[in-house]
Structures are given as structure tokens and as C-alpha cells.
């Protein structure tokens, strides 16, 4: 038995890992946002099984939590997270509500990496995307419009 003890975040990972075939392969290989985002953690806890497969003790402490839940089965329905995908996906118009009542405010969808900005508001990165295009396209507007001809 290896000395490394799991955080109860990446026991959570690992579990969300283990209901995947390939999900250690995923984990260790797809983009950290892609991961982040598919299995709705935080890419810090990302990072961090990462770092534990990056070593042997660490490695094999992964496997081994693998190994374990996916020997006890499914969550019941009692203790299952919420599913991956949201009833209803975050349109462009809701990201830019929400992120003028944010903190980080609209600077933040239009300068901080697309993937981060998905991270944070739980929306697609496609969303982000167009979000930053509608929002170029109103700035253009705002530059290119003439002064009134008593101005």
C-alpha cells in the first residue's frame, strides 16, 4: 500500500475517472480545460492527478482508487452527482448576464483564455466564443458611429 493519501476532490475525480472506459487515458492526455470542464472539477484538481500519474507511487495510488470504484458499481441514486450536461445549455445572452454581475466582469470573457471562461461560467466553449464576437461586433459599432449632425 503506497503512503500517498487522496483529497477527498481527487477521490471525486478519480470516481468521475472510473465511469469512463478510458477515462485515465482522458485524464492524463486531453487538453487540462477539456478534462476541467467534461468531468466538472476544478483544473487544479486536474493538475494535481496529473502531478500523482507524473510518479510511480503516484501512479499506482490512481490505479488502485480506480480499480476501487469501479469494483463498487455506479453511485446509487441517493449519492449521484448531478448529471454532466445541464437541463437546459447557457445560451450567449445568459454568459454576458452573468458575467456583468460578475466580479471579473465582461473584460474577463473577452481577455482570459475562451477555456478558462468556460471553466468559470459553466458554458460551453463554443459560447465563449460567440460571446466574444457579438461583443466585438458591439464595439465596432460603438466606433464607428458618427456624431449627430448638432454635436
Do not use: C, W
Not at 476532490?9 to 478534462?35: M, S
Not at 459553466?122 to 449627430?148: D, I, M, S, Y
Amino acid at each position: 500500500m503506497s503512503g500517498i493519501i487522496l483529497s477527498p476532490e481527487l477521490r471525486e475525480l478519480i470516481g468521475r475517472v472510473a465511469e469512463y472506459p478510458h477515462g485515465l487515458g482522458f485524464l492524463n492526455q486531453a487538453d487540462l480545460e477539456t478534462v476541467a470542464v467534461t468531468l466538472e472539477v476544478h483544473p487544479f484538481v486536474v493538475a494535481e492527478a496529473r502531478r500523482l500519474l507524473a510518479t510511480r507511487e503516484g501512479r499506482a495510488a490512481v490505479i488502485a482508487e480506480v480499480g476501487r470504484q469501479r469494483a463498487a458499481g455506479p453511485p446509487s441514486e441517493t449519492t449521484a452527482r448531478a448529471p454532466a450536461t445541464p437541463a437546459r445549455p447557457m445560451g450567449v445572452k445568459e454568459l454576458l448576464r452573468r458575467a456583468q454581475g460578475h466580479p471579473l466582469g465582461l473584460s474577463f470573457v473577452t481577455g482570459a483564455p475562451f477555456e478558462t471562461v468556460a471553466v468559470t461560467f459553466r458554458a460551453h466553449p463554443f459560447v465563449v466564443l460567440q460571446a466574444r464576437t457579438l461583443l466585438e461586433r458591439r464595439e465596432e459599432r460603438k466606433g464607428n458611429r458618427r456624431p449627430a449632425s448638432g454635436d
